[in-house]
Nanobody, 131 residues
């Protein structure tokens, strides 16, 4: 059974930084797509960033240059470094993983981008940015 557990959320002032972590267990995928998503109250879920098993990354335009997604394969951990945080970044942040039956194809139209349908999700960690 796949389990994803997020941590690292909190309350920060605008311009501050946070580092989210997502520890995964219960899977041994050789080819996969992992991502961070967020959902603010009353808004639809939004893809933030994804990374495939080859390490290729894709970011939402709203976070480019501020957020960095990375992974530690040895520890099955996904990270999201968030810098220059803005009040509009306030949301519940979730990590997700989707196994791929073939090699990763990043970017829109591929099999690893924020629009991919992910099967397994964590419970989320809250990020609150004050102005």
């Amino acid at each position: 059974q796949v389990q994803l557990v997020e941590s690292g959320g909190g309350a920060v002032q605008g311009g501050g930084s946070l580092r989210l972590s997502c520890v995964g267990s219960g899977y041994t995928y050789s080819s996969y797509c992992m991502g961070w998503f967020r959902q603010a109250p009353g808004k639809a879920r939004e893809g933030v960033a994804v990374i495939d098993s080859d390490g290729t990354t894709v970011y939402a335009d709203s976070v480019k240059g501020r957020f960095t997604i990375s992974k530690d394969n040895a520890n099955n951990t996904l990270y999201l470094q968030m810098n220059s945080l803005k009040p509009e970044d306030t949301a519940m942040y979730y990590c997700a993983i989707q196994p791929l039956g073939v090699a990763p194809i990043p970017g829109p139209g591929g099999n690893c981008y924020t629009g991919v349908s992910f099967d397994d999700w964590g419970q989320g960690t809250q990020v609150t940015v004050s102005s």
